[in-house]
Nanobody, 118 residues
Framework: VQLQASGGGLVQAGGSLRLSCAASGFTLDGYSIGWFRQAPKRERQLVATITGGGLTDYADSVKGRFTISRDNAKNTVYLQMNSLKPEDMAVYTC?????????????WGQGTQVTVSS
């Protein structure tokens, strides 16, 4: 039973990346999924959420630039990140949660590093 985050990498400011959060051993259907990020010496931040019904929410800092989506057939949640800024640089991870605000975590995924060069 695990979640695997992938898709991170090095991108220039203004560029795009798509992160994936794939589940194995259990189905993501019915869980709210959150994408979190943590930069060095900073607290972990919730950047995007999607409920089992497809309702989404975003941190103010990423609204209009990031899009979260889910493909239940592929048991995967995505985070499309456009117009990336140096301040978006962090380790991104996903979590399957029991609540729409992603506070009660059932399973954390492994992180993926996003590096944005200016």
């Amino acid at each position: 039973v695990q979640l695997q985050a992938s898709g991170g990498g090095l991108v220039q400011a203004g560029g795009s990346l798509r992160l994936s959060c794939a589940a194995s051993g259990f189905t993501l259907d019915g869980y709210s999924i959150g994408w979190f990020r943590q930069a060095p010496k900073r607290e972990r931040q919730l950047v995007a959420t999607i409920t089992g019904g497809g309702l989404t929410d975003y941190a103010d800092s990423v609204k209009g630039r990031f899009t979260i989506s889910r493909d239940n057939a592929k048991n995967t949640v995505y985070l499309q990140m456009n117009s990336l800024k140096p301040e978006d640089m962090a380790v991104y991870t996903c979590a399957a949660t029991y609540d729409s605000q992603c506070r009660v975590v059932r399973r954390w995924g492994q992180g993926t590093q996003v590096t944005v060069s200016s």
